[in-house]
């Protein structure tokens, strides 16, 4: 549920490391996400961090779950903008935060038209405890969800092999509030807590990463956090909604983005 500090661009790091590891080159942008002489312009270096680093074949072809139980890959999407984001339905830290704003930009990218072109999903960090079921639970928080928007779960390996080949820090720990927090679904107490660094990851149509978002973002009314979800955060977690600690990205940013890549110009 925690987000640890940790220094700006870790992730980046391990997905630059994947990439010398796969042997590809920076220098090739692919075609899709080149925008042209009239068209969006990249974002800036105040904004993220550019990469070009392939998904590989492997995890192209986990096999994923969604909120319905239909099974899923991160290859179903290739031909779409992609942007992969880590979560966790019982969160009281950051995880409230960064899906509003992945559903707020999700969101905007709908009214612009692009639905068809842009799937933006989430991932979750505890596949034990985020069940299919408690995925549709927490989709309906954020009414209405976006029909862009999926929320994914899988094996314990499966899900950890994704994060651990993207940089994203991913550690069980023990619970140490007492007494227990409970699920805001079921009731039952959470008997263990999930430290987890924050990412947003930007694929092109080719399924390269090509942009990473760090930390969180800010939240505002065109991105709110469901006020069921504000009554289960705890004290840090409700501070970080209005002063989000470490590095923070904005809505409008994370729109910039995928208009760079889709090559479409998104009103913001």
């Known amino acids: ?7 700006p661009g ?19 942008a692919s075609p899709s996400a080149t925008p042209g002489t009239t068209g ?21 072809h986990l096999q994923l779950r969604d909120s319905t139980g239909r099974q899923r890959s991160l290859g179903d999407f290739r031909g779409k903008v992609l942007v992969l984001a880590p979560g966790m339905t019982l969160c009281q830290d950051s995880c409230p935060i960064d899906t509003a704003g992945l559903v707020a930009t999700a969101r905007q990218v709908d009214r612009a038209g692009l639905r068809d072109k842009v799937e933006f999903v989430t991932v979750t960090v505890d596949p034990r405890r985020d069940t299919p079921a408690q995925l549709a639970a927490y989709r309906k928080l954020f009414k209405p969800a976006p029909a862009n928007w999926l929320t994914l779960t899988g094996s314990q390996h499966d899900v950890m092999a ?13 619970g140490d509030q007492q007494p227990p927090p409970k699920n805001w679904r079921t009731g039952q107490p959470l008997r263990y807590d999930v430290d987890h660094s924050d990412e947003v990851f930007f694929f092109d149509a080719h399924q390269h990463d090509r942009f990473v978002l760090e930390g969180m973002p800010h939240v505002n009314h065109s991105a709110k956090v469901p006020a069921s979800l504000l009554a289960f955060m705890g004290k840090q977690g409700r501070a970080n909604v209005a002063h989000p600690m470490g ?3 904005t809505v409008p940013q994370a729109v910039h983005v995928v208009s760079w890549l889709t090559g479409e110009r998104i009103p913001i």
């Open 247 to 249: 590095p923070v990205w």
């Open 1 to 7: 549920m925690n987000s640890p500090h940790r220094a």
């Open 162 to 174: 994704l994060w651990h080949t993207l940089g994203v820090y991913v550690k069980k720990v023990k």
């Open 10 to 28: 870790t992730a980046v790091l391990a997905v630059a490391a994947g990439c010398l590891l796969a042997s590809c080159s920076s220098a090739g």
């Open 40 to 60: 969006p312009t990249a974002p800036g270096h105040n904004v993220g961090t550019q990469v070009d680093v392939p998904l590989t074949g492997a995890l192209q």
